[in-house]
């Protein structure tokens, strides 16, 4: 198993090619329709306080009965071969039995009726309870007979999908470490239902439908898609013409990124390009390696998704040169690798460590060319890692370290004028495949809502995702046709290096548009996971608190139980001399400093210009000032994509981020 998965590539973040947790399986049509669909087993979870619809299909005109204790319910199969029919509302509890009485007899033990939830998102929904730090003593006690599991295949699909896979099981410690593709069952979910579980004293059913590395519009319909952004029309008709001709494009994604490069990135419009070793590199800009571009202090280099090219010289020893080489380093996202103007290697993905053995008698005594093109699909993007993962080896000699100072160009910025390609088969990213193949099987099974965690993937497209998030939260509540159900969001958690100054940031702005579609949306709470992140890894493993958080905001915004469900969050500011006073909603009994001083504030003048702050809490506000500011006018809090965050309430519960300016997003949006 992987432990992480890489970041995805996009065209309106669209994958280059991804490493993925468990074997995708492409579907193009319905080929076979059970009788009773795969979501109705064993051990299921109905939802209370509705009439739970019931389906499946038989050959038209038949008749079908189903029957849960005394209730009794019948249909007859259309002219599509479709039947579905209503049973209850039934009352809370069980084990019941679920009889289903057509051209042959179905039934089905161990029913219990509770409520039920959706859990969904990319690798962190996925990533599975045996990823946990104590993942031994979490499994052990996971006996709880009352909460149910149902685990979705991982499914792409041109076209919408009736019935994929799946069934239901108890939670049990054996269950709960094998259900998934991912070292067990979602650790997230778990949490979340052990938590509503004990403390409503009702069965509670997870769904488990999510796939690691994978952007929000393959988790939308394509109406929905299509009716709120227009610019994902392209890929959804594309979609319509996989189906019609129930078939694929010939071309690899491999033959379709080589026409891309060779079109779009100057640095590849004849081989080897900006890899050859004679190359007249006299006019390109440096830098120092490892480090992101956006970083480089060049303004060129600040565009989040762009095509970069990196040299180095480097002079080796007669006696390294005649054994065997091989180049290492870490690139944000993709990469292909030349010595002296031979190519060596691609990897596609943030966090694949590249390795590439060199060919024999490559290396030469003296002075060799080292090129590599970058492909930067969303901030930050470059060379990155430890400096001592940035080297030459030589077989049995000393490593010649690469880390330094390197020339680089700019050769494309990535916009939707350039769209990097994608196919469907076999491809998670793509638009609506996701909902079509995970989402729609599903559909319209009964449920109490759903639980989201998502969006590392968008984060290039922040200012997108503020249409996108409520597009894929309306589809998905409309399909279903149970009205504005509960939907619970989980904020992004930081990742990444810590920033040495205070400015715009991708992932702050998703994070802001993940806030902006709680506050505006029905009935869509947001727990935030900022502070519980790790700088060198995306996945981090305290899942147990993110479990609890959306537990909080569950009971206290769906089932109304009087708890502390958010952290500060701000809510106005008022100018002070040369300071500003915040004030902030969720600070009864006032605001807390956690582990020291008060940090992660910023404040800019009228110039746009961002410095940190000073903070100092009173009562439940906070003061904040910079000596390098005297006439502020706005504030940022934990405004990157990574930065140490300690405000808390008296709740133990952290502050959400925010800004109290509305400048420009670097993501898209209205400039000013």
Known sequence: ????????????????????????????????????????????????????????????????????????ASTV????????????????????????DGPKSVTYSNVM???VWICSGQSNMEFGIGNLKNPDEEIAAANFPNLRLFFQPKVVSAGPLDATGGNWLPCTPENLKSDGDWAGFSAVAYFFGKKLQTDLNIPIGLIHTSWGGTPAQAWTSAKDLGDKLPEFKPELAQLQQAVKEKAQASKTLAQLFDEWYKKYDKGSATDPGWGAADLNDSDWKSMKVPEFFQKSGLPEFDNPMSVVWFRKVVDVPAESAAKEATLRFMVDDNDAAWVNGVKVGATDGYNVPRKYVLPANLIKPGKNVIAIRVTDTSAPGGIWGDPSGLALDFAGADSIPLAGDWKLKLSEVITDKNPLPA?????????????????????????????????????GQAYQYRTLLPAMIGSWRRNFGQGDFPFLIVQLAGFGDKPAKPGDDAWAELREAQWMTAQKGKNIGIATAIDIGESADIHPKNKQEVGRRLGLVAEAQTYHMKVEFSGPVYRSMKVEGGAIKLSFDHAEGGLTAKDGPLIGFAVAGDDHKWYWADAKIDGSSVVVSSSDVPHPVAVRYSWATFYESNLYNQAGLPAFPFRTDTWPCITGGPKK
């Open 423 to 459: 196919t469907i088969r076999d491809n998670p990213n793509f638009p609506t495949v996701l909902y079509n193949g995970m989402i729609q099987p599903i559909v319209p099974y009964g449920v109490k809502g759903a639980i989201w965690y998502q969006g590392e993937s968008n984060a």
């Open 1 to 72: 198993m992987f432990s992480r998965i890489p970041r995805v590539a996009m065209t309106l973040m669209l994958p280059l090619a991804c490493v993925f947790i468990g074997m995708p399986h492409y579907v193009s049509a319905q080929d076979s329709k059970p009788f009773v669909s795969p979501m109705f087993s064993d051990n299921m979870v109905l939802q209370r306080g509705m009439k739970d619809p019931v389906w499946g299909w038989a050959a038209p005109g038949t008749k079908i009965t189903v029957k849960v204790n005394d209730q009794t």
């Open 113 to 115: 009726v509770g409520d």
């Open 77 to 100: 199969t259309g002219r599509d071969g479709k039947w579905m029919t209503h049973i209850g509302p039934l009352e809370v509890g069980g084990p019941y039995t679920l009889t289903i």
